[in-house]
């Protein structure tokens, strides 16, 4: 069983910068795909970014594409998301999620998530 705990959400103004991290605990974390994924209030979760279980590998969304880095440190068990350029539409909660197929099929774990809230 794999716990993770997502920090790093807060209130910033649109332009600005957030990185975001996910600890994760109780299992073996090399062995995953990590994801990120977001919801906006009264929409569907949608899928952000991943990284290939040894990192070196990632994939993005176009909304983010060029804007978010998904980063992962294996020896600390954690994966970032480095978010750069906020505007309001990314205003959502954040979670992280361990995979089994990369970019981000056969999820086995969530977290609870983080809020990010850009002002504009």
């Known amino acids: 069983q794999v716990q993770l705990v997502e920090s790093g959400g807060g209130l910033v103004q649109a332009g600005a910068s957030l990185r975001l991290s996910c600890a994760a605990s109780?299992?073996?974390?090399?062995?995953?795909?990590m994801d990120w994924f977001r919801q906006a209030p009264g929409k569907e979760r949608e899928f952000v970014a991943a990284?290939?279980?040894?990192?070196?590998?990632?994939y993005y969304a176009d909304s983010v594409k060029g804007r978010f880095s998904i980063s992962r440190d294996n020896a600390k068990n954690t994966v970032y998301l480095q978010m750069n350029s906020l505007t309001p539409e990314d205003t959502a909660v954040y979670y992280c999620?361990?995979?089994?197929?990369?970019?981000?099929?056969?999820?086995?774990?969530w977290g609870k998530g983080t809020l990010v809230t850009v002002s504009s």
């Open positions: 990284i290939h279980a040894r990192g070196g590998v990632s």
């Open positions: 109780g299992g073996t974390f090399s062995g995953y795909v």
């Open positions: 999620a361990a995979a089994l197929v990369y970019p981000a099929r056969s999820i086995q774990y």
